[in-house]
């Protein structure tokens, strides 16, 4: 199929349905999807993933796919997102996620909560490469910009596992706050960001050496997390108070700035590669909340 740049975009829903887009990184209109995004109106995780997916890539010369997770079902649907139709089905383990792509796109990875492990698929021809074990109830799934690590939230282990890209081996474990959930690393990749659902905190990890370097609380029920291209600004949906908090990542340990209203238990967030967008996917209010980035440190909602 040729090579390809991936741009990676994690979503989850109730039933834990993932996604993870595959295509050559670029830009999109936005009128469509902001109109859709705004509506609510039986608006799911799962159509907030692919419209999203759409908004984040578009393709010049690289054939793009949808990686979707179908969590009842132990398998990953492969999608033609120009065809909108299943190019291929992915057998992985029992109650598929999580799911990420290694920033080549050779590769995309998915967490199977109920198997305790992470499927490796080879997307060159979508056939199942491995599964690695690791803790208990893995959830969110990141892939380090130089694409040599994985990082796993360990839900119910209370632990982020390790896994070398190369070796598809775990590395080992780092231990987190209580309910270890989603995932954000920055640009450089020396820092990764854990939010921990119960433990109402943000662990921030040494991408280097795998370390805590601090954990941040004062939060409710943290969800999504995402990362500012620029890397001194961190979104964190703060799904108790229906908030994104906005953090100030240029200093250590990490400062909040401010909070911005969005819809009821905001749960998964995505940039557009310009990082003048943030979308928030709210699970109770069944909407997508728009964020404007002009000024990163002050977003807004958008009208």
Not at 48 to 62: E, I
Not at 76 to 88: G, L
Not at 141 to 161: C, D, E, I, L, M
Request: proline letters at 4%; one cysteine or more.
């Amino acid at each position: 199929m040729g090579s390809r740049h991936a741009q990676v975009l994690v979503s989850h829903r109730g039933d834990g349905a993932g996604l993870a887009h595959q295509g050559c990184k670029g830009s999109a209109g936005s009128a469509s999807r902001s109109s859709a995004a705004r509506s609510g109106a039986g608006f799911g995780w799962r159509a907030f993933a692919l419209m999203l997916a759409g908004a984040l890539a578009s393709q010049a010369q690289a054939e793009p796919f949808a990686y979707i997770a179908n969590y009842s079902d132990k398998t990953v649907s492969v999608i033609d997102v120009a065809t909108r139709q299943v190019n291929a089905t992915v057998a992985v383990g029992d109650r598929p996620f999580g799911v990420a792509t290694h920033p080549d796109g050779s590769r995309v990875y998915v967490a199977n909560q109920d198997s305790n492990t992470v499927s490796v698929i080879n997307t060159a021809n979508n056939t199942l490469i491995t599964s690695i074990q690791v803790g208990k109830t893995p959830s969110g799934v990141a892939v380090n910009p130089a694409g040599t690590k994985v990082y796993v939230a360990n839900q119910f282990g209370g632990t982020v596992s390790v896994i070398d890209t190369a070796t598809n081996t775990e590395l080992g474990t780092v231990t987190v706050g209580a309910r270890p959930f989603e995932l954000g690393i920055s640009p450089s990749g020396n820092r990764v960001y854990v939010s921990n659902l119960i433990g109402n905190s943000i662990s921030v990890i040494d991408g280097s050496t795998d370390q805590v370097l601090h954990t941040v609380a004062g939060l409710s029920n943290p969800m999504g997390i995402a990362v500012h291209p620029l890397a001194d600004v961190v979104y964190v949906a703060n799904s108790g108070t229906n908030q994104v908090v906005v953090f100030d990542a240029s200093v250590s340990p990490m400062v909040e700035i401010t909070r911005v209203d969005v819809g009821t238990y905001p749960a998964e967030m995505a940039l557009t590669p310009s990082g003048q967008q943030l979308y928030v996917a709210n699970i109770i209010s069944n909407n997508v909340s728009i964020l404007d980035l002009s000024d990163r440190r002050a977003p807004t909602l958008s009208a």
